[in-house]
């Protein structure tokens, strides 16, 4: 257990819906990632946030969007889904901001199936 | 122009023996993170060890160490003593430099090496 979790695990859903996936950061981090990893892309970087604030952004689409909350739980929103939208999603977590060698542990990936 | 590069897509070793999974990195910033994560079958991605640019000596962790070669930008990493739980997708990564100066400081991944250990 990497203690970053992410629910849900699995999701199947159709085009056009919206989903939230969530990611509890392991106990002390202050920094949340996401990355999406799809066959053909690889795994690409979304999002980063830091003590409730956004600091980084990826290639994340506009229909995408994400929040670090007080307690540092954060939760991405997926909206107007599309077939190739269809990835293992990650949510990892850091110690800092930009220090250090900035180790990022992962959760176990929420799949992500779109109809 | 891909930052990472892991040229092998598959490599195949036998249960006991040494492999070596191969990453070139592309950079013009001095300061900058090398990071090797293994995903095994169920998905999650597993750390396994860091090299920092500065760091004089190579990195090891276990049976895992980091051949870094700083001149030639690469840094394989060498698992010793194979076992079969070793089977997964492996892949470099690397952190640019200090935000003050430019850098993003968050990893980007190569696209991986998928090494099977046979028995």
């Known amino acids: 257990d990497s203690g970053v979790t992410q629910t ?3 999701l199947i859903t159709a085009t056009g819906q919206r989903v939230t996936l969530r990611c509890s950061p392991r106990s002390g981090d202050l920094s949340v ?3 999406q990893q799809s066959l ?3 795994l690409q970087f979304l999002i980063q946030y830091y003590n409730g604030e956004e600091r980084a952004k990826g290639n994340i689409l506009e229909r995408f969007s994400a929040q670090q909350f007080p307690d540092l739980h954060s939760e991405l929103n997926l909206s107007s889904l599309e077939l190739g939208d269809s990835a293992l999603y990650f949510c990892a977590s850091s110690e800092g901001l930009n220090s250090g060698a900035n180790v990022l542990t ?3 990936g929420s799949r992500l199936t779109v109809l | 122009a891909q930052k990472i590069t892991q040229t092998q897509p598959g490599m195949f070793v036998q249960e006991k023996e040494a492999v070596t999974l191969d990453c070139t990195y592309d950079t013009s910033d001095p300061s900058y993170g090398l990071f090797w994560y293994k995903q095994p079958s169920s998905g999650e991605m597993i750390f396994l060890i860091y090299q920092g640019s500065y760091d004089q000596q190579n990195a090891t962790e276990g049976r895992y160490s980091l051949n870094f070669q700083k001149a030639r930008k690469s840094a394989n990493l060498v698992i010793s003593a194979s076992q079969l739980g070793d089977s997964a997708m492996y892949f470099c990564a690397m952190r640019e430099g200090q935000v003050r100066s430019g850098g993003s400081y968050i990893p980007t991944f ?6 099977i250990v046979h028995p």
């Open chain 1, 8 to 10: 849900p695990k699995h």
């Open chain 1, 33 to 35: 990632y996401w990355y």
């Open chain 1, 40 to 42: 053909d892309q690889g």
């Open chain 1, 106 to 108: 992962f959760g176990a």
């Open chain 2, 110 to 115: 190569g696209r991986g090496t998928s090494l």
